[in-house]
T-cell receptor, first 114, second 115 residues
Framework: SQTIHQWPATLVQPVGSPLSLECTVE??????LYWYRQAAGRGLQLLFY??????ISSEVPQNLSASRPQDRQFILSSKKLLLSDSGFYLC?????????????FGNGTRLTVT | DQQVKQNSPSLSVQEGRISILNCDYT??????FLWYKKYPAEGPTFLIS?????DKNEDGRFTVFLNKSAKHLSLHIVPSQPGDSAVYFC??????????????FGKGTKLSVKP
């Protein structure tokens, strides 16, 4: 069965510090990978998605970047965090086989920028 | 402007009764709709989905109804159980392939099922 691992679960970082969140998927090949964020009082918002190694689509211009160095690895980064980067970050995967292909989420990282 | 709206932030239901969670959308180009359930400190879990060509999809205790003319969908949980207490998100998609994962989420409805 497929599993998704996301770490760390919680993170407190000062403004201006770098960020690296990692996500890996097991049990499937060539998944579509996604980074979502839920800011306080808001719904989930797609940040980046990737349909293959090295292929990144950005949905929202911001202070963050994403990379996919391996088929089942997705990394979210920032060179300098802002206060507004605080939120709940979720990695997700799907495999498109026609029809509805639901996203399967990891347990998320709670990021607090101080 | 919110394309997917869940106007009730919370709902309280007695165990054994029906829970009805509502969702409205504005974009008639959405092809798929999904419901997710989320417990605290966990990621959302996929519950049930429906294609825009259907008006009903049922899976066990969960049924989703879609009214395209009203741009409205609802999730029915019958019978409700205390373990159903969670935040429920409605989501919509209009893309294909990788972009199908570009889900537009509502802000969620917190369901509390009381024993």
């Amino acid at each position: 069965s497929q599993t998704i691992h996301q770490w760390p679960a919680t993170l407190v970082q000062p403004v201006g510090s770098p960020l690296s969140l990692e996500c890996t998927v097991e049990g499937t090949s060539n998944p579509n990978l996604y980074w979502y964020r839920q800011a306080a009082g808001r719904g989930l918002q797609l940040l980046f998605y990737s349909v293959g190694i090295g292929q990144i689509s950005s949905e929202v211009p911001q202070n963050l970047s994403a990379s996919r160095p391996q088929d089942r690895q997705f990394i979210l980064s920032s060179k300098k965090l802002l206060l507004s980067d605080s939120g709940f970050y979720l990695c997700a995967w799907s495999v498109y086989q026609g029809g509805i292909s639901p996203l399967h989420f990891g347990n998320g990282t709670r990021l607090t920028v101080t | 402007d919110q394309q997917v709206k869940q106007n009730s932030p919370s709902l309280s239901v007695q165990e054994g009764r029906i829970s009805i969670l509502n969702c409205d959308y504005t974009n008639s180009m959405f092809d798929y709709f999904l419901w997710y359930k989320k417990y605290p400190a966990e990621g959302p879990t996929f519950l049930i989905s429906i294609s825009s060509i259907k008006d009903k999809n049922e899976d066990g205790r969960f049924t989703v109804f879609l009214n395209k003319s009203a741009k409205h969908l609802s999730l029915h949980i019958v019978p409700s159980q205390p373990g159903d207490s969670a935040v429920y998100f409605c989501a919509a998609s209009g893309g294909y392939g990788g972009s199908q994962g570009n889900l537009i989420f509502g802000k969620g409805t917190k369901l509390s099922v009381k024993p």
